[in-house]
């Protein structure tokens, strides 16, 4: 049935519809009144779906202009059972390397016209639990969940995931049947391990969270097996957080505990910038007197003083994959058992451990 348009309608700028209790937003059935057609018309006009004249199709797209109308994200979502929307939570959003990996993942969202919605756990896994909860609530499609902890993320990810897809990131938890996307942390050890052998130290010691990660587990292993195997001195690993406040309180642990390593290797690198700063502050030279390596390679490695010998993270390949593996699971183009991809790190070296092969530490002179 042909619609009547009306003509000789007044262009307006209106945002807000006047009713005798005030303003309202626009809704659709004022933007069918506007372009003088039915709200079925304007409906199928707005949403792109069903047929109509093309005189109706210009009326209605010229009178949602004049009137600034902005669809009902919430009812679209209800009806066609999506929010388009994706969940993502992280330990902490403070930390430079969690930042750089959520942003890497919105960019590929986007180019799925996912929207992210992000919460920060802030260290406290019972924080983490809440939030997941409140996202699940809220809607979303998916999840992708960088886990607090091994052991106490597991219950509400294993909860969220009987609802909606959710993948792990970076971190992992429990034996869940949920995805996993991170890096080989073993492998990326051992690259630190042998370029400071290759510059001749033989004692290191390791800086790092408490045990309470898979990466921070998978890291301490790979430091205490990988020093064994190349009959270096061992030394106690220094367990704290990741943070440069419990970096420069390593330094001052370890100059209690008598001479300095050759090397200190650290498990992320805002704990390397809190040891370089406190070596520093304790007139201890970087490299000169002591190798100093990070895990991460965030934006800040290459412009502290010196510059941080680290391990990089393929940022935009973790997101991609992980995005993908999502994305995958929410359109059922993936039914298949959990999937679980370890991309390779590498080295990126600089200034920080590049000792000069003449120079004798001050800190091991007799």
């Not at 199928?44 to 199709?57: F, M, N």
């Not at 959003?93 to 180019?111: G, H, K, T």
């Not at 957080?241 to 420069?248: E, L, P, S, V």
Request: proline residues 6%; contains cysteine.
């Amino acid at each position: 049935m042909r619609e009547r348009l009306q003509s000789g309608r007044a262009s307006t700028n209106i945002k807000a519809v006047s009713t005798g209790d005030g303003h309202r937003p626009v809704q659709l059935r004022d933007v069918a009144a506007e372009a003088g057609v039915s709200i079925s018309t304007a409906s199928r006009v707005l949403t792109g779906s069903g047929r109509c004249s093309p005189g109706a199709k210009i009326a209605v797209l010229a009178a949602a202009k004049r009137l600034s109308y902005q669809p009902n994200k919430i009812a679209r979502a209800l009806r066609a059972k999506t929010t388009r929307s994706i969940g993502m939570t992280v330990p902490w959003l403070r930390n430079p390397f969690y930042a750089e990996l959520v942003e890497a993942v919105d960019v590929f969202l986007q180019r799925f016209e996912f929207d992210l919605v992000l919460a920060d756990a802030r260290g406290s896994w019972q924080d983490e639990a809440r939030r997941v909860h409140s996202l699940v609530s809220r809607r979303v499609d998916g999840l992708i969940v960088i886990p607090t902890q091994q052991t106490n993320s597991a219950e509400a990810l294993a909860e969220a995931n009987r609802s909606i897809p959710v993948v792990q990131l970076e971190y992992e938890t429990g034996n869940l049947d949920i995805d996993y996307v991170g890096i080989d942390n073993t492998l990326g050890i051992n690259l630190v391990l042998d370029h400071l052998v290759d510059l001749g130290a033989s004692s290191v010691r390791f800086v790092s969270s408490a045990v309470i990660s898979s990466a921070s587990r998978s890291r301490l292993k790979a430091f205490s097996d990988g020093v064994e195997e190349r009959g270096m001195r061992p030394h106690e690993p220094i367990l704290g957080r990741f943070t440069t406040k419990f970096g420069k309180e390593a330094v001052t642990m370890i100059l209690a505990g008598g001479a300095m390593p050759d090397a200190i290797v650290c498990a992320s690198d805002v704990v390397a910038l809190g040891v370089i700063g406190q070596l520093h502050a304790e007139g201890i030279s970087v490299p000169e007197d002591v190798m100093v390596t990070g895990f991460d390679d965030i934006v800040f490695a290459e412009l502290c003083d010196p510059p941080l010998t680290t391990v990089h993270q393929p940022r935009r390949r973790l997101a991609d994959a992980a995005v993908s593996a999502l994305v995958g699971r929410i359109t059922g183009e993936n039914r298949g058992p959990p999937t679980r991809v370890e991309l390779p790190p590498h080295l990126v070296v600089r200034r920080s451990s590049l000792r000069p092969p003449h120079v004798v530490p001050s800190s091991n002179l007799a």
